[in-house]
């Protein structure tokens, strides 16, 4: 009997696998019909192969069969890709640092190769709401008000998804979200409509110093009250926080245990963590236990010049030419003018560096992870015999100098997740000069300017300049100092030749080795990042602005962000 019922079973089961087929079969032929429909003839030329096209096919497919369809997207995308797209969603009272951890985040989530973006749910209500939005704007009593704010965080969450359904990776929705409802809207539609993982991150502050300090700092400063007297204005913000305060509903482990989130406390004091899911969660959780807002300053420079810097090699691990002995003894002599408190000086693991840093009065480290980029077979050779010996990787490497590997050797792209650590104890450390290597320089740099992958590895970091970096709210200034000791030029912009059959003459045609005729002057740059790009403001000792970089203007006259360090030459008067 219980033989016959298992058979029975089995049955039914074939004849639903069999049905269930045949549907996906009939449902697989309208949708390559539908999708024909939708396509658009390319030219012969055009690339066939989309790594996108799974995330773009779905939206045309849902509107056939949503409910079916999302279902079984989402057991393949979320559940078992390890690169389903994610959303980010900031939670908390106002003036907790929302914003600034998600400017942050996204800056070291596009550093090591995360497509990101923020959606400012702020900005979306300024364009939205022309007028001054005073407290009562806020208050979740007034239907009209919470209309507007519900439209715009909406008008958000779609730009978000579309952002990611396209071609993003990590997308972080910068709001309050302070109630249980707004959270289970956010994860309804995004994991169930979209099928993406979420990710709640919430900024929890009881600390009065830090809410008032924030408020001052960072709030006062907003476009809300650009023309508000300040005591006005942080009367209004209290009033603000106070209206949130009306409806806070804190994330819960309890009736929110389906959610994947971190409680963050007191900017760092302490954390709680909740069902991560996914490698893309578990390196945010890194990052955030590691940032913290303490004022400090990063000094960042180059080892002296070696002996091969001035035989044009590169690699190897040679000591300090008489120029680099010059300038080591220059440096301990500006740290020391700087009188910072408890400075601690990092260097690599080469000679080079060692000897830079050798009379600067500071605990000193070698890291073995800001040892110069490894070239392989190219190690201690000249840049025309790389041309001469090695015609196709050379060019090879011009065409994609961030991803091309030294054969035996490291990438930029190898380079930046050696320098990972490094990123993390700066965002731990607080005053620390770091002494090491062109390309180190580069990737680090990258971080706090928030440059893109092409144009990393042509950052101008010149021998015998100190670089010295301020972090602040929402951005970093950085002054470039140099210490007027004689050195050689190491920078080689990009060709305009990158192909293989180039000659040996048109490869090192734009490389200038000897020491640049024009002084290099003092400059201090402000670094902005914004939700749609970083926005970088360079001036000379006298706050002359002499440069500007915007990475969404289009405009190649501003974006010029090699060169921000080096390129100020002024012009040398005749001797008479």
């Known amino acids: 009997m219980n033989q016959e019922k298992i058979m029975e079973e089995q049955d039914n089961d074939d004849a639903f696998n069999n049905n269930n087929e045949e549907e996906q079969e009939g449902d697989e032929e309208v949708e390559e019909q539908e999708l024909q429909q939708h396509i658009v003839p390319q030219p012969a030329n055009t690339p066939k192969s989309d790594i996108h096209a799974w995330r773009k096919r779905q939206s045309i497919a849902f509107h056939r069969n949503p ?46 190769g995360i497509k990101t973006k923020v959606f400012n749910v702020g900005e979306y209500r300024r364009d939205a709401v022309k007028f001054y939005a005073d407290k009562d704007f806020f208050d979740p009593d007034n239907a009209e008000a919470v209309a507007v704010r519900n439209l715009c965080a909406q008008n958000a969450l779609e730009d978000m998804c579309n952002y990611l359904a396209d071609e993003g990776e990590v997308a972080i929705f910068d709001a309050t979200n302070t109630t249980r409802e707004r959270r289970r809207v956010i994860y309804n539609y995004c994991a169930h409509t979209y099928c993406f993982r979420v990710f709640f991150v919430e900024s929890i502050c009881d600390s009065l110093d830090i809410i008032d300090a924030n408020i001052r700092e960072v709030k006062l400063k907003s476009p809300d009250y650009r023309t508000v007297p300040q005591d006005e204005a942080v009367t209004d913000f209290l009033s603000r926080i106070k209206q949130y305060e009306k409806r806070y509903e804190t994330v819960d482990e309890k009736t929110e245990n389906n959610y994947s989130f971190i409680k963050i406390y007191n900017c760092g004091e302490r954390f709680f963590v909740h069902k991560i899911g996914g490698h893309i969660q578990s390196r945010v959780v890194y990052f955030l236990m590691n940032i913290h807002i303490l004022p400090r300053t990063i000094y960042l420079t180059r080892h002296g010049e070696s002996e091969l810097n001035q035989q044009q090699r590169i690699g190897g691990d040679p000591p300090l030419s008489t120029n680099g002995k010059l300038y080591a003894e220059a440096l301990a002599q500006y740290m020391e003018s700087e009188n910072i408190p408890d400075l601690i000086v990092w260097t690599s693991q080469m000679q080079r560096t060692i000897q830079t840093a050798a009379k600067i009065n500071a605990p000193k480290e070698q890291w073995k992870a800001l040892n110069e980029i490894n070239a392989g077979i190219c190690e201690g050779l000249t840049y025309k015999e790389i041309a001469e010996r090695f015609p196709e990787e050379f060019a090879a490497r011009d065409q994609s100098k961030f991803y091309y590997r030294y054969p035996g050797g490291e990438s930029y792209q190898d380079l930046v997740a050696r320098l990972e650590p490094v990123i993390m104890e700066l965002e731990r450390a607080e005053n620390v000069l770091v002494v090491c290597h062109q390309a180190v320089a580069r990737c680090i740099l990258g971080y706090f300017l928030d440059t893109n992958a092409e144009d990393l590895p042509y950052t101008k970091v010149p021998l015998h300049t100190v670089i010295k970096l ?26 305009k030749n990158c192909r293989s059959d180039r000659t040996v003459q048109e490869a090192v045609t734009d490389f200038r080795f000897d020491q640049d005729s024009s002084p290099i002057i003092r400059t201090k740059s402000d670094i902005f990042y914004n939700s749609g790009g970083t926005k970088i403001e360079t001036r000379d000792q006298d706050g002359n602005q002499i440069q500007r970089y915007d990475s969404v203007n289009a405009d190649p006259s501003l974006n010029n962000i090699c060169s921000l360090i080096q390129d100020v030459p002024v012009p040398i008067p005749e001797e008479k």
């Open 67 to 112: 409910l079916r369809l999302r279902r079984r997207m989402s057991q393949a995308c979320r559940d078992r890709l390890v690169r389903t797209p994610t959303v980010i969603a900031m939670c908390g009272l106002p003036a907790r640092g929302k914003t600034y951890i998600s400017k942050k985040l996204a800056r070291y989530l596009h550093w090591i």
């Open 470 to 495: 301020t972090p602040v709210a929402y951005g970093c200034t950085m002054e470039c100092i140099p210490l007027e000791i004689e050195a050689v030029n190491t920078h080689r912009d990009k060709p």
